[in-house]
């Protein structure tokens, strides 16, 4: 069987592709990204870069400008190191351990039943590359790898002001091919946790497992406008109207694995009366047609399933009535979008991760907006919501948006360079998906910033893929850029 690297052997350009082998090989999830920035610290050192490992665990690596471009402006190239660890159920990948095996499909390479890690393994595998480069004309290089992206932005967030000397940035974290931003929504996590009271299973009761799956998950952010379904929000919609019907008691749920990802799969184990076996199946039949009728042309290979499990107990039925009545008012998705920004998402929030037994239970809400006071807004609400109840809900990791430049001289060159190179107009676009630029930039004020990338699909779900053509694009973009920087004055 070809090997990973055999597969990218072939693909242009080949430095980038070697480098993303690399990402693929070396496992690196958010918060275990050590041993991945450690091989790139060595990479780097043997080449007679300059690097340093900052108190977050951010790598720093730096270049001298090419010979007679030292006064230049320096430019500092961006991304994270580690990525959303998803996989389809049934697939044995330990992404701890194992290697990404992607595959090329119709111009594209992705990852069948995991996450492909292109976010932002891709923009990573270019940095390297343009460090390596020694035919490319530029200014004082400064490569920033960043750690803890996905699960809180922990590395930017820790990253101290005074260390990086460029005036300029080029973020390599977006997924749409010839378009550049210029802003970024903020955001923070809502934790709920609440301790729970474990009652018996009834005496004579059949515990059953309710699975709701086959939903295409994605991007909190960049997906969340798609209206696509949450899987925790679905089966506890399912579980209230079940409590209508039967006499359900409710001993686990859990649902979901990222914070950032759309939930595409949820768990229940109810317990019944020993003969509410045919009912259950005959009102999940009804459900399943039902959701999929609202779902059509989005989600429409939701399924709903049960199957005998077992339980040594079920939640106290006080517990069970304030956790599906919080969960199934709790907003999820889209709440308002921008009037400035004309189809773009203000204001979201995702229901990302659920885990709840009869000893108590916990979920996370992470809330997006372009507008800081929109998030606060929104998680005060969460907070407001769960606080009725007595329930311990806490607002963390708040991190700021990026507010658009429209005359951004990088942004104005960055324009020129791609008219140029590619003969047509690039687009400017604001994202609702949280990037590093704005608590990056509120370090270091002043700092002209620009992001752009090669087209990904999929991020933060199984079939994550990345178009292969666009990848060389943006190489022959990043590097013109910086061979244009080089010699403007900005």
Request: with cysteine; net charge negative; aromatic share 4%.
């Amino acid at each position: 069987m070809p090997t990973t690297a055999d597969l990218l052997s072939d693909l242009q350009p080949a430095p980038v592709w070697r480098h993303f082998e690399r990402f693929c090989r070396i496992p690196r999830p958010s918060k275990q990204e050590a041993a991945l920035r450690d091989h790139l610290q060595q990479w780097a050192e043997a080449r007679g870069l300059a690097t340093r490992v900052d108190a977050a665990g951010n790598l720093i690596v730096r270049k001298r400008a090419s010979p007679g471009s030292e006064a230049a402006p320096g430019v500092v190239l961006q991304a994270h190191l580690d990525m959303v660890c998803q996989k389809n159920t049934g697939t044995s990948h330990d992404f701890s351990r194992d290697p990404i095996r992607p595959a090329l499909r119709d111009g594209w390479l992705i990852a069948e039943d995991t996450t492909l890690g292109a976010d932002n393994g891709i923009g990573a595998a270019l940095i390297l590359a343009a460090l390596e480069d020694n035919e490319l004309t530029h200014g004082p290089l400064e490569a920033l790898f960043t750690v803890d992206e996905e699960a809180g932005m922990g590395g930017a967030q820790g990253l101290e002001a005074g260390v990086l000397g460029g005036s300029l940035m080029l973020n390599l974290d977006t997924e749409d091919w010839g378009e550049f931003y210029l802003g970024c929504a903020g955001g923070l996590d809502v934790n709920v946790d609440r301790p729970g009271r474990p009652e018996s299973l009834p005496a004579g009761w059949q515990a059953w497992r309710i699975t709701l799956d086959g939903l295409r998950g994605g991007h909190s952010g960049v997906d969340i406008h798609e209206e696509r379904g949450n899987a925790i929000k679905l089966l506890v919609r399912v579980l209230r109207a079940l409590e209508g019907a039967l006499p359900l008691r409710l001993a686990s749920l859990d649902g979901g694995t990222a914070r950032n990802a759309l939930p595409r799969e949820t768990r229940a184990v109810v317990a019944l009366p020993a003969d509410a076996g045919d009912r259950l199946a005959t009102l999940l039949a009804d459900w399943q047609a039902r959701l999929r009728r609202e779902l059509q042309g989005v989600d429409e290979g939701l399924r709903l399933m049960a199957g005998p499990d077992a339980a040594a107990a079920v939640l106290a039925a006080s517990e069970q009535a304030v956790w599906l009545a919080t969960l199934h008012a709790a907003p999820h998705g889209v709440r308002r979008r921008s009037l400035s920004v004309p189809g773009v998402v203000e204001t979201s929030n995702n229901l990302g991760v659920v885990s709840l037994g009869p000893d108590g239970g916990h979920c996370n809400f992470m809330v997006r907006s372009l507008i800081d006071s929109g998030s606060q807004a929104l998680a005060d609400e969460i907070v407001s919501l769960f606080n009725l109840s007595g329930t311990s809900a806490v607002k963390s990791g708040d991190y700021p948006g990026w507010a658009p430049n429209p005359d951004s001289p990088l942004l104005a060159l960055c324009q020129r360079v791609f008219r140029r190179e590619f003969g047509g107009e690039s687009r400017v676009q604001v994202i609702h998906a949280g990037l590093e630029c704005g608590i990056i930039g509120s370090r270091y004020p002043g700092m002209d910033i620009v992001s752009f990338g090669p087209t990904i699909r999929g991020a933060h779900a199984p079939g994550e893929r990345v178009e292969v053509a666009s990848v060389g694009k943006a190489w022959q973009l990043l590097r013109a850029i910086l061979a244009d920087a080089a010699t403007a004055r900005l």
